[in-house]
């Protein structure tokens, strides 16, 4: 039951992210400001924990 809860919380905030968060494919990471590396850190994290508790 909490694996279920997770897996939707997680598919929730990963749709967010693909509608509001920039994409930053393509881009050099050596380049990348303080706010854009804890940006692309947080849709790791969201990411590894969809990842880990879909079905």
Known sequence: MLK???YIF???LSSL???F???FSGKNLQNFNAF???ILGYK???TKNYLKYRK
């Open 4 to 6: 279920l809860l997770f």
């Open 10 to 12: 997680f598919s929730g």
């Open 17 to 19: 992210n693909q509608i």
């Open 21 to 23: 968060l920039p994409r």
């Open 36 to 38: 854009q590396i804890g």
């Open 44 to 46: 790791y994290w969201v």
